[in-house]
């Protein structure tokens, strides 16, 4: 049984306001399919369906403050209340006192230790791996994370050999921002196929997407609702090409931000936390998570490590 991860940075779980919340606007009949017509919104967790439940998840772990990138997803992958420890949020990228947690107490260490596969299916462009080598870059929770547990980041060859995909799923912005004009091209049910694909050779697998956070703090309605139409479309393409036997898909968040383009900044709101498999597997896996610290070793139980 194989675990997909699909990060989405910055979602929460909003009001119903097409207004200030793009999922209310944005048209995704996939998804809005599998919670029996409803929206992804607050009022629609928790849910149960054939193959889909969601949750509302607290990412503020039960310290003041709005939560941060880098301790959040410090605590996604570990499963330990670092706000809690330290006594504070962090982020975007880990300080030295978050970056401690992510050496060897992480699902990608974890998994590795237990002899099994893990991979964050990402491909970064050279100029990422340019600005880390300067020190003009820090690596952000996730990659430190990998990197950390002596797995490799996938690079502009692995994306040209189909080994990994870009942060946009579908290819388009290597091709608009970066301007390689020959990188590979896939409609939004292409890249899901793909990253079904992808996932099926990892017993832990990892998707890091950064644009929902990037729309938020922008305040951009119509790059939201863009995103999150070609991720419905994603999303379809994946489903379809993932046996509910191959494991469980999660979907989940570090903190709110996107759901409330009324302001610039992170929000309180619950995260939501999305599973896609069988039903049984799906009341099993989140049975003990009530919030961010919950989901690592609910992971690691289903996996078995």
């Known amino acids: 049984m194989k675990v997909l991860f699909l990060f989405l940075d910055g979602i929460g779980l909003g009001e119903n306001d097409a207004d200030t919340n793009p999922f209310v606007r944005a048209n ?65 990228k880990p300080n030295p006192e978050v970056a401690q947690y992510l050496d060897g107490k992480t699902i990608f260490a974890k998994t590795i230790k237990a002899g099994k596969k893990a991979a964050l299916l990402n491909a970064y462009p050279a100029r990422y791996f340019e600005g880390i080598d300067s020190g003009k870059r820090l690596y952000s929770s996730i990659p430190l994370a990998l990197t950390n547990a002596g797995l490799p980041l996938f690079t502009q060859d692995d994306l040209f050999a189909g080994n990994a995909l870009s942060a946009d799923f579908t290819g388009k912005g290597w091709r608009e921002f970066m301007k390689l004009d020959d990188s590979p091209l896939y409609e939004s049910e292409e890249a899901g196929e793909k990253l079904a694909s992808l996932a099926k050779q990892y017993d832990f697998s990892f998707f890091e997407y950064w644009a929902s956070d990037y729309a938020g703090h922008k305040q951009d309605m119509d790059s939201a609702v863009s995103q999150l139409e070609s991720f419905d479309g994603v999303l379809k393409g994946l489903l379809e090409n993932w046996r509910d036997e191959d494991g469980i898909v999660l979907l989940t968040s570090d903190h709110g931000n996107m759901e409330d383009l009324s302001t610039r900044k992170h929000t309180a709101a619950h995260v939501p936390l999305l599973l896609f498999g069988d039903k049984e597997s799906r009341r099993e896996f989140q049975k003990d998570i009530h919030d961010l610290a919950g989901i690592a070793p609910a992971i690691s139980s289903f996996l078995g490590i």
Do not use: C, W
Not at 35 to 61: C, N, T, Y
């Open 28 to 92: 995704m009949p996939y998804l809005e399919s599998l919670l029996d017509g409803q929206k992804m919104i607050h009022a629609a967790a928790p849910f149960e369906g054939e193959r889909a439940s969601l949750l509302g998840v607290d990412a503020g772990l039960g310290v003041k403050g709005l939560p941060q990138s880098a301790t959040g997803q410090a605590v996604l992958l570990t499963g330990i209340n670092i706000p809690a420890e330290l006594g504070y949020h962090y982020g975007p």
